[in-house]
């Protein structure tokens, strides 16, 4: 069975940061592109990053470049989300997920909340 | 960057209803898109894939149509578990962009 289980939210300064990590199972996590989409509160969806299977590609919305950065680590089949200078429009549930865009399964984990505030 | 306009944003309706949800992008993006449905709570879940299929174990009354610039998601007859939250997702460019979502709420 895929599982994605993401972790390392919670309550932070603005200008602080954050690691939140996602480890994944149940498929070779290595054969497959990951990302974090995120939610704030009552909105709409957001992309916010990808990485390559090697992690020699990664792109990002514009809102976080520069301050956030996306990792992985294939021997632990874990992904992860650098996220520093956090401002508050940053508050959300941040998603770990393995979309594909083809006819192989999207996976998606339960999320995380990141909450930046005083 | 590929900006996603979907429409309507909220929309009532009953079961047994037939509705269609529209997303149109600010680019042509072939058939690289999905619809997505989210209910309370939870994470997406993928109904559609490249515009048209039908991801594997979704019910058929689920389809989509379109290319380029303008693609629809159409429920044929509304189930009491379809009152949900859906978004598009273009995947043809990056910076990846998500319609606004279209509430779906019961009459």
């Known amino acids: 069975e895929v599982q994605l289980v993401e972790s390392g939210g919670g309550l932070v300064q603005p200008g602080g940061s954050l690691r939140l990590s996602c480890a994944a199972s149940?498929?070779?996590?290595?054969?497959?592109?990951m990302s974090w989409v995120r939610q704030a509160p009552g909105k709409g969806l957001e992309w916010v990053a990808n990485?390559?299977?090697?992690?020699?590609?990664?792109y990002y919305v514009d809102s976080v470049k520069g301050r956030f950065t996306i990792s992985r680590d294939n021997a632990k089949n874990s992904l992860y989300l650098q996220m520093n200078s956090l401002r508050a429009e940053d508050t959300a549930v941040y998603y770990c997920?393995?979309?594909?865009?083809?006819?192989?399964?999207?996976?998606w984990g339960q999320g995380t909340l990141v909450t930046v505030s005083s | 960057d590929i900006q996603m306009t979907q429409s309507p944003s909220s929309l009532s309706a009953s079961v047994g209803d037939r509705v269609t949800i529209t997303c149109r992008a600010s680019?042509?993006?072939?058939?690289?898109l999905g619809w997505y449905q989210q209910k309370p709570g939870k994470a997406p879940k993928r109904l559609i894939y490249?515009?048209?299929s039908l991801q594997s174990g979704v019910p058929s009354r689920f389809s989509g149509s379109g290319s380029g610039t303008e693609f629809t998601l159409t429920i044929s007859s509304l189930q009491p578990e379809d009152f949900a939250t859906y978004y598009c997702?273009?995947?043809?460019?990056?910076?990846?962009?998500f319609g606004q979502g279209t509430k779906l709420e019961i009459k």
């Open positions: 997920a393995r979309l594909t865009f083809t006819v192989v399964t999207d996976y």
């Open positions: 149940g498929f070779t996590f290595s054969s497959y592109w």
């Open positions: 990485i390559k299977q090697d992690g020699s590609e990664k």
């Open positions: 680019q042509g993006i072939r058939n690289d």
């Open positions: 490249a515009a048209s």
């Open positions: 997702l273009q995947h043809n460019s990056y910076p990846r962009s």
